[in-house]
T-cell receptor, first 114, second 115 residues
């Protein structure tokens, strides 16, 4: 079965600093999703990547999927306290194009110090 | 703009009691998912529906768990004879598959505490 490993597990950065979160899959990724979660709340969709080498940006967050489609990174530029939360990567499960279920990494907790 | 809603947001129950959670998806979405999340972990898939048909169930979903989506709109997740190990956040998500692409939008979750 597919597994996702996120690193680091937690991160504390000073406001204004850049940071990167990584997500590594045990199998080829057919769709990689990034979500953000505030403690005790639901997940907020950030971005989805499908093609090898794809890169997407939204505001100060950039996500990339490597050419081999087994690793993704999420980069935040000039972090702000509003970026604090838990970042989760999720993969379309089983490698099937029809199964929509997502398999998630364990999450990366980000704290941004003002 | 109505997103996915879940009710209740919090539930405290005693071991052995039955509980039922409700999820209302985004109206035009035909797929509905249930996940369970414990502290410090990512969500784990439980089951999903396409319209009213339940297409897949995880091995995590013991026979004490049952889910329904009777008219292809809202869904309920029932846990019978709750155990302390059932304490978790139960998340619902909905999606509409288009052209091979699908994005799941999550509700706020129902936090269950079994005493």
């Amino acid at each position: 079965s597919q597994e996702l490993e996120q690193s680091p597990q937690s991160l504390i950065v000073q406001e204004g600093k850049n940071l990167t979160i990584n997500c590594t899959s045990s199998k080829t990724l057919y769709g990689l999703y990034w979500y953000k979660q505030k403690y005790g709340e639901g997940l907020i969709f950030l971005m989805m990547l499908q093609k090898g080498g794809e890169e997407k940006s939204h505001e100060k967050i950039t996500a990339k999927l490597d050419e081999k489609k087994q690793q993704s990174s999420l980069h935040i530029t000039a972090s702000q306290p509003s970026h604090a939360g838990i970042y989760l990567c999720g993969a379309a499960g089983g490698g099937s194009s029809n199964t929509g279920k997502l398999i998630f990494g364990q999450g990366t907790t980000l704290q941004v110090k003002p | 703009d109505t997103g996915v809603s879940q009710d209740p947001r919090h539930k405290i129950t005693k071991r052995g009691q039955n509980v039922t959670f409700r999820c209302d998806p985004i109206s035009e979405h035909n797929r509905l998912y249930w996940y369970r999340q414990t502290l410090g972990q990512g969500p784990e898939f439980l089951t999903y529906f396409q319209n009213e048909a339940q297409l897949e169930k995880s091995r995590l979903l013991s026979d004490r768990f049952s889910a329904e989506r009777p008219k292809g709109s809202f869904s309920t997740l029932e846990i019978q004879r709750t155990e302390q190990g059932d304490s978790a956040m139960y998340l619902c998500a909905s999606s509409q598959r288009r052209g091979g692409e699908e994005t799941q939008y999550f509700g706020p979750g129902t936090r269950l505490l079994v005493l």
